[in-house]
């Protein structure tokens, strides 16, 4: 029985916690400057956390003789370890690597096609869609009418040679 109770526990706790949260707009009271703050002077802390931090970006950190081992200080990289840090020179991915690119191989030519994909290749057949004829217009196409936007734009912009200057615009 104390399974269930559990269960249900955490059912309801799951059901609060899938509302959305209350959100109260906090609006910040306008900010004055007083008398106090004009004559202010900050703390050594202050003007200590105010500085911005270097993070060492770009430096290399070294570790004092003493901490490494003499393994490490004299350590040569063995010759495939120099080949694979060297990086990969890859050709420009817009380069086809054939000699004749649009040479079709005579295999491909002396292909034949397998029932399946003989199969896979053919195209579905609708039952519903045989009526149909495919240059037919609807009707409503035939009733409609151009608004006014449509028909501001479908007016061609006036070419500099019809304006009677002779550059264009």
């Known amino acids: 029985m104390p399974a269930f109770k559990t269960l249900l526990q955490k059912s309801r706790h799951f059901k609060y916690l899938s509302f ?4 109260f707009d906090y609006i910040k009271p306008e900010w004055k400057l007083t008398a106090a ?3 202010y002077k900050p703390s050594k802390r202050i003007i200590e956390l105010a500085q911005p931090v270097n993070r060492g970006i770009g430096k290399v950190y070294s570790i ?5 081992s003499n393994q490490t200080t004299n350590y040569q990289p063995s010759k495939r370890i120099i080949e694979l840090a060297v990086a990969p020179v890859k050709p420009p991915a ?6 004749y690119p649009y040479l079709i191989p005579s295999k491909a030519l ?3 096609p ?4 003989l199969e ?3 195209p579905k057949e609708y039952e519903s869609f045989e009526h149909l004829d495919p240059w037919a217009v609807p009707k409503s196409a035939l009733r409609a009418k151009a608004s006014q936007r449509i028909e501001m734009l479908s007016k061609p912009k006036r070419c500099a040679s ?3 200057h002779s550059k264009l615009l």
């Open 114 to 117: 397998t029932r399946r994909i």
């Open 120 to 122: 896979l290749a053919a």
């Open 110 to 112: 002396r292909a034949k």
């Open 20 to 23: 959305p949260r209350e959100r």
């Open 37 to 39: 703050l004009k004559h």
């Open 94 to 99: 817009n380069i086809d690597k054939r000699k």
């Open 162 to 164: 019809v304006m009677g």
């Open 64 to 68: 004092s003789r003493g901490k490494k």
